[in-house]
């Protein structure tokens, strides 16, 4: 049964966990030469947790982890690595973390557990997906399975949550992670460990324009796709109003309008129908 989640807590990290197209969030940018992680306090056992994940030009690097013991840190994390970047260009390397910060394999000091070349990464959306049974892990890339193996250490990691992770090296950027779902596994066998098709892309606001007393909402959009946009005036309140009627997108990208007359400021977030 796949499992959608909401994300409980970030740091220093910019993501859009979603679920189901409706729960996000934002931070960031942080400290240079650090670690950011955003963890999930559930825990699983026999389970793969997909994520899309997107860079910005000049982006270092980062992915997802599974099998998180949020106390230590320790967990196995499939990071992607960007063109150009220091830790490796166009990449994705499986890490077994032993805390938050460190990160070794067979008592080699920051070695991954295995690493191979990928495509153009860019600034697109990429689909990845970390699946462990046991003591076997495999990582898919946009449906590729690039990573099968076994954990030989005498101390697999067995259960945990799920994360995102990024370093940050000499320049701060933003990485985005998107339409998180962790899948349950039945059996022991690597092959129900399957890449999926890569999900719809969450809608993303793409500007706010001001025209008298009307706000221009325009967002990405999933062709045929029904969207409902909402708004609040309290970026604390916790509720959500609709603005209505729903939108039928036709194209790639969909917009909306909202009167804010008399409003000195207003949020905005758009929720795709299922």
């Avoid at 306090?41 to 994520?51: K, R």
């Avoid at 980062?62 to 990449?91: C, F, L």
């Avoid at 077994?96 to 697109?124: D, E, H, R």
């Avoid at 690039?146 to 954990?151: E, G, L, S, V």
Wanted: hydrophobic share 40%.
């Amino acid at each position: 049964m796949d499992q959608f989640l909401d994300p409980l807590l970030i740091a220093a990290l910019a993501l859009n966990f979603v679920a189901l197209g409706v729960s996000r969030m934002r931070a960031g940018i942080n400290t240079l030469q650090t670690y950011a992680n955003a963890y999930l306090t559930n825990g699983w056992t026999n389970f793969a947790v997909q994520a899309q994940i997107r860079f910005p030009s000049g982006g270092f690097g980062g992915g997802i982890g599974s099998r998180v013991n949020r106390s230590t840190g320790a967990h196995y994390a499939a990071w992607v690595y960007p063109e150009g970047s220091p830790g490796g260009s166009t990449m994705v390397k499986l890490v077994k973390f032993q805390t938050w910060t460190s990160w070794s394999y067979i008592g080699a000091s920051f070695t991954p557990m295995q690493q191979v070349s990928l495509p153009a990464v860019g600034t697109n959306w990429h689909t990845l997906k970390l699946g462990c049974f046991g003591n076997q892990i495999s990582v898919s890339y946009d449906g590729t399975v690039y990573i099968n193996m076994t954990d030989t250490e005498a101390t697999p990691y067995l259960t945990g949550g799920v994360s995102a992770d990024l370093w940050t090296d000499t320049v701060g950027y933003n990485m985005l992670v998107d339409n998180v779902v962790v899948t349950s596994l039945v059996n022991n066998s690597l092959n129900s460990i399957k890449p999926v098709i890569p999900l719809a892309s969450a809608p993303v606001i793409k500007s706010v324009v001001l025209k008298g007393g009307i706000a221009v909402i325009t967002w990405t959009a999933n062709p045929d796709s029904v969207y409902r946009l909402q708004f609040k005036d309290d970026f604390n309140s916790p509720k959500w109003l609709d603005a209505t009627p729903d939108i039928l997108a036709t194209d790639t990208e969909a917009s909306s309008t909202n009167s804010i007359v008399g409003v000195p400021q207003r949020f905005y977030r758009v929720l795709e129908s299922y």
